[in-house]
């Protein structure tokens, strides 16, 4: 099946300054995919590339095998998208406001409208203006969401909305993906990128750096390793096995860094009295934190 | 590195007090700051107003005779001409200031008191609509510290735009002087300026008075009815006894009689002016310091009815969204052409029975090809050379409105919809040039109705309205061609820019015998006298130009390049 987004080569320059460069991946029908990455990084320019709001500098977009620039209305016909910084009328109420949107996007159905305003726990009668800032997010969703649109992207979605909200909005993009619709959200909130993608892209400075399964990231990731032993071993023993990056040793005990295949480790520590052995799988959100800053070492070291 | 933090309670008082300290000075100087650019242009167009009048009457009324029988004409003048004209109540209009007194120095003043209604109003309630306010008072100053910084640093701007008042009629006494009494001393230029800035901080203190209460919008719109109405009402006292109380309640009343510029200042006049400023921004103060941030009263029975929020369509709802300032505008102008349009008849009838040739040059001199002897060329004069002003102010608005759909991040969201970026740009334009026509045809009735009040053809000036209509939206076409191809936050200043190089080039080329081709660059001046039904094709046809060409530009460049925040 071909893919819903596929980039090639995409890159934006603002004048002298950076955007993005060369950045390629590919969206599947059904999918929903997480874009992450650290303030300024590039997500905010991808999505706007692939709505058509700025224009890339080379490389091209496509959606629903479409090009993104030429053929941006026939996209937007299918696509329901929420920036990440946006305002609306301030004069409308709610109503009003989903209202006006549901006639530029054509074919919407009240009583999903009406369910959504009533799931998100947003009362429609009041006027945009004074709305706080969550509510105003689930009018922009409802807008978003309300003419149930094949491909939803989606900048911070989940931004200022409370747990109860966020709660509503994830099930709101199970129910998509049941549907077979397909989501691209940026994100900060790694708890709702773990519960809701399938896979996740992660871009720093501009570059996408990894596309994987949810589930994969964490096999990439570095495993804290650490071995107790009966009586002394040399650190320079495990030093040189491969995998194996930061060693730590104290008379019976051996603290290890370990990238990859467990395995040299577990048949070297077979070869002493091995009296206990723990291997922490790191979480997500340490996965991305040490991704982030590992990023932002190199880049200290190339300043 | 951490900074070093202060040990002993000394130590702790005198670090939150330098902290205060700084932070305070950082209100008052960014607040200075920001407003610097406005302080230039204000102080700058007042003085080249000043410029053009001391010019126009210095260079044309050289003898005592022909001051003579300029006086005598201003002063056997029927009242309500008076009052269209200049101060009601006129004194040594033989001398070079007291003609420009009489003649610019409302304007002068009106010019200032829109600039401080505008700054004041935004000062807190912008700043909290925008949530910046929350920033600053999350700090260790208090809300009445920020407010009284604020106050402060408009005050220094105001100051400064006096004082280029008040230099600039020091120097043009010097420089278009030719009679004795025609110099303007230091004291009475001082008086001048000072005169200007109270009068003007009086309009602004009610405006910064209200903002905590109705906000931005509410409050710069009531201060300027309360500042026009009054100017309406003073200016016209003499013609409309009905007005006499009410004129005489404004600070343009109190101050009736300090004319610093014609000679006769009258300093204590300026003390209710300085009382009820400083009543009025002290309200704002504590209002801001014990008021929810931008918590402002709603009045609900005062919704757009939905039929005209133009929920039906993008062409619909730029129209809608623009209609509330459109219809504002329309009835200012409107009630200000009603006016008119009722006094003009009998005012152009007097001036042809009294006034002398030699008199009438002077009036040929400021507003050309205009004969001020008949109802329409006082319409001309009275109405349309303003009013073309007002509804170039007016169009800046609506592009500034029109602009707001990109400036605000709303059509990143508009665009996600099937609307292309061609499409929008269209729709939105079109939207905002009806809301010029709904704003015309609204000062259109005005004058009709105040032409057939007064016995008066009322079709005529209904049809010449047109031409603040098709001036308006000539500049809404710039602003789209501009917003279009550059961005919308450089559409409204490049309008502005526009309609300010316009006023200028009219007021300044007749005034001060600048080579005819220089006026002739003012849109303006090529639309004919429309009051009496002569148009100038060339007018119509470049307004028509501008505005169809603008969005045809615009739609060009916005296809062509991002679409910004």
């Known amino acids: 099946m071909a893919p819903v987004i596929q980039t090639l080569g995409l890159t934006k320059h603002y004048g002298g300054h950076r955007g993005i460069e060369q950045v390629e991946f590919e969206v599947a029908a059904g999918e929903v995919f997480g874009f992450l990455g650290p303030n300024g990084a590039g997500k905010t320019t991808t999505i706007r590339i692939l709505l058509d709001t700025v224009r890339a500098t080379a490389g091209t977009a496509r959606i629903f095998g479409l090009d993104s620039r030429s053929d941006s209305v026939a996209i937007h016909r299918r696509v329901g998208y929420l920036p990440g910084e946006f305002s609306l009328y301030d004069r409308l109420t709610g109503r009003e406001t989903v209202d006006y949107f549901s006639k530029l996007h054509g074919g919407v159905d009240r009583a999903y409208q009406a369910q959504l305003a009533e799931r998100l726990d947003v009362d429609l009668s009041r006027r945009y203006r004074d709305y706080s800032r969550g509510n105003k997010q689930k009018v922009a969703l409802i807008t978003a969401l309300q003419h149930r649109p094949d491909l939803l992207v989606l900048d911070e979605p989940s931004s200022g909305l409370d747990p109860l909200g966020q709660q509503t909005f994830l099930a709101l993009l199970r129910e998509a993906r049941e549907d077979g619709r397909t989501v691209f959200l940026s994100s900060h909130v790694l708890d709702e990128v773990r519960r809701s993608c399938d896979r996740v892209g992660i871009i720093r400075e501009g570059r996408l750096e990894t596309v994987a399964p949810v589930d994969q990231l964490r096999d990439m990731a570095h495993h804290e390793v650490e071995l107790r032993f009966a009586g002394a071993v040399t650190a320079a023993e495990f030093e040189s096995l491969p995998g194996v990056s930061i060693v730590t040793a104290t008379d019976h005990e051996l603290h290890l860094t370990v990238t990859g295949e467990m395995d040299p480790v577990v048949r070297a520590a077979a070869r002493h009295h091995l009296i206990d052995f723990t291997s922490r799988e790191p979480s997500l959100e340490e996965f991305f934190l040490a991704h982030y800053r590992a990023g932002t070492a190199a880049a200290d070291d190339r300043g | ?565």
Request: charged content about 10%.
């Open chain 2, 1 to 565: 590195m951490s900074r070093r933090q202060p040990r002993s309670r000394l130590d702790q008082r005198r670090y939150r007090h330098s902290l205060s300290r700084s932070l305070v000075t950082a209100v008052y100087r960014r607040t200075l700051r920001d407003s610097r650019n406005a302080v230039v242009v204000v102080g700058g167009v007042l003085a080249l107003m000043l410029i053009a009048a001391a010019g126009a009457y210095g260079r044309s009324y050289t003898t005592p005779a022909s001051r003579v029988s300029f006086a005598n004409l201003l002063t056997s003048m029927p009242a309500a001409l008076r009052g269209v004209t200049g101060d009601p109540h006129p004194a040594n209009l033989t001398t070079l200031g007291g003609m420009v007194s009489f003649k610019d120095a409302t304007w002068v003043c009106g010019i200032a008191a829109l600039w401080s209604i505008v700054a004041l109003s935004a000062s807190i309630a912008g700043e909290a609509r925008r949530g910046r306010l929350e920033l600053v008072i999350a700090t260790p100053v208090s809300r009445r510290r920020v407010a009284v910084e604020k106050v402060a640093a408009h005050v220094t701007g105001m100051a400064i735009i006096a004082a280029i008042c008040a230099a600039t009629a020091w120097l043009f006494g010097i420089a278009f002087g030719s009679l004795p009494g025609d110099a303007v001393t230091v004291g009475n230029a001082i008086g001048f300026g000072l005169w200007v800035m109270l009068m003007a901080l009086a309009s602004g203190s009610v405006a910064f008075a209200l903002a905590p209460l109705v906000g931005r919008a509410g409050a710069a719109g009531i201060a300027t009815a309360v500042t026009v109405g009054g100017a309406l009402a003073y200016g016209y006292e003499t013609a409309a006894p009905w007005l006499r109380g009410l004129g005489q309640v404004t600070w343009f009343g109190w101050t009736g009689h300090d004319q610093p510029l014609a000679g006769q200042p009258d300093w204590m006049t300026l003390i209710p002016v300085v009382a009820i400023t400083t009543v009025l921004l002290g309200t704002g103060v504590e209002l801001t310091a014990r008021r929810d941030v931008g918590a402002t009263i709603s009045i609900p029975w005062l919704r757009w009815p939905r039929v005209l929020l133009g929920l039906g369509g993008p062409l619909r709802r730029a129209a809608g969204d623009r209609l509330p300032i459109a219809l504002a505008w329309g009835l200012g102008l409107g009630v200000y052409g009603f006016v008119i349009g009722d006094a003009a008849s009998a005012v152009a009838a007097s001036i042809k029975k009294e006034a002398p040739t030699s008199t009438l040059s002077v009036y040929h001199t400021l507003f050309p090809g205009v004969d001020i002897g008949t109802t329409a060329g006082l319409l001309q004069i009275a109405f349309v050379a303003i009013g073309l002003v007002l509804a170039g102010v007016a169009a800046v608005t609506l592009v500034s409105g029109w602009a707001a759909d990109e400036a605000n991040g709303r059509l990143d969201v508009l665009l996600g919809t099937r609307l292309s970026r061609e499409r929008w740009l269209i729709t939105s334009a079109l939207g905002t040039m009806a809301a010029v026509v709904a704003m015309t045809v609204v000062t259109a009735l005005g004058i009709a109705l105040g032409a057939l009040a007064a016995g008066s053809d009322g079709l005529t000036p209904l049809l010449g309205s047109a031409a603040l209509g098709l001036y308006a939206i000539a500049v809404v076409g710039v602003g789209v061609a501009v917003g279009g191809w550059i961005g919308a936050r450089a559409a409204a200043p490049v309008c502005g820019a526009a309609v300010g190089a316009t006023f200028l080039l009219s007021l300044l080329a007749p005034g001060l015998h600048l080579p005819g081709w220089v006026g002739q660059l003012a849109l303006t001046s090529h639309l004919g006298q429309p009051m009496v039904g002569q148009w100038d094709g060339v007018g119509v046809i470049a307004c028509l130009g501008l505005a169809g060409g603008g969005v045809a530009l615009g739609t060009w460049g916005m296809r062509r390049r991002d679409v910004g925040r």
